[in-house]
């Protein structure tokens, strides 16, 4: 048996499960040390677990590795003694050499939601942050430290119930479905709101099945307010129609290749001339709206035109939220692929292809 420590959006454990079980029947939860942190328990090896999602990315899942260690600690400068040891002892010779090696380190809010911190720390927190653990760990480490890595030594420490606790492993970063610690890729772009780092993940995400914003195309989108997503298309040369009865960042709104029509989506809609090639939407409605929306939108798009939504996920019943909205797509769209991603929260990601 393997021990996989599984990342995830905070509140989808239930989906989370059922698209590993749906994979590896025999696998266990074991165990939760923390929102959006999943201990698996799995016959086999940790590269028969990981090698389905190798090909084709999963919904649910944003990041697993092997936890080959599993360490208790105290909560005191002595933990990254405690952490350089068990490294040295377990995780060293699994280590392969000339292959670069990344060092990823979490600390992530306990089971009851208190923020472990990743920042300097205030008395009732850790005396140490994640960058300080890195450090120590590439001291133990003793070779030359690349993010990401192609190898990768990963370390979760979360205070769950039987108190603080660090999980580590080794794998490659090919096995771990992101490069990133927890699936988080560190977009560091200014930008006119968090929104547009979901765009840009969407693009890593969904390039290898066929997304492509491509120079000089026409681009809707829809509740662009204030201009994340337009913001993004614009970066990849397309020029953008931005929809939303709300204003726009000045900066968007000031760009020569952005036409914003100040009316709610579901008002133009009756008055939108296309073709587009191009249609995204990132509107804070109830799913099965936003995909009626987009099927109403339809018509103003090219045959094959490229489509990339959010379905925001209430706490209930989102299965069923999830498939009525699929068979509302499925009537203009052929649906590609479907990602949470790591900037969602109570949502999923859609890639579609104009029908």
Not at 109 to 115: E, I, K, N, S
Not at 183 to 203: D, I, W
Request: charged share 20%.
């Amino acid at each position: 048996m393997v021990e996989v420590v599984v990342s995830h959006s905070p509140g989808f454990d239930d989906l989370v499960l059922n698209e590993i079980t749906r994979t590896h029947a025999q696998a266990a939860h074991t165990g939760s040390p923390a929102p959006g942190v999943m201990l698996v328990s799995v016959p086999g090896s940790f590269n028969a677990f990981a090698r389905p999602w190798q090909d084709a990315l999963p919904i649910y899942l944003h990041h697993i590795f092997p936890a080959q260690v599993c360490l208790r600690l105290a909560g005191t400068p002595d933990d990254l003694r405690l952490l350089q040891d068990a490294f040295r002892a377990d995780l060293a010779p699994l280590i392969r050499p000339g292959l670069p090696l990344g060092i990823q380190p979490r600390l992530v809010a306990d089971a009851h939601g208190r923020a472990v911190p990743d920042a300097p720390p205030a008395p009732q927190d850790l005396p140490y942050t994640a960058d300080g653990v890195r450090r120590a760990l590439a001291r133990a480490a003793n070779q030359r430290i690349t993010q990401p890595g192609e190898q990768i030594l990963c370390v979760v420490i979360a205070e769950a119930q039987e108190g603080l606790t660090a999980h580590m492993g080794v794998s490659l970063a090919a096995q771990n479905i992101s490069a990133w610690a927890g699936g988080a890729v560190p977009y560091r772009q200014a930008v006119p709101s968090r929104a547009a780092y979901k765009l840009y993940e969407a693009v890593d995400a969904f390039g290898p099945y066929g997304l492509a914003l491509e120079p000089g195309r026409q681009a809707l989108d829809l509740g662009a307010a204030p201009g994340g997503w337009t913001r993004v298309l614009r970066e990849h040369g397309l020029t953008v129609t931005a929809v939303d009865a709300a204003e726009m960042d000045p900066a968007v709104a000031a760009d020569p290749g952005v036409a914003h029509i100040q009316l709610p989506a579901e008002v133009y809609v009756e008055r939108v001339r296309g073709p587009y090639d191009v249609i995204t939407n990132d509107i804070i409605i109830d799913a099965q709206d936003s995909a009626r929306l987009m099927v109403d939108y339809a018509d103003a798009l090219r045959q094959g035109a490229t489509g990339v939504m959010t379905l925001k996920l209430r706490a209930h019943n989102r299965r069923r939220v999830m498939d009525h909205s699929f068979r509302l797509l499925r009537k203009a769209y052929h649906i590609v692929r479907v990602r949470q991603l790591y900037y969602n929260r109570s949502e999923v990601t859609l890639l579609l292809r104009r029908s």
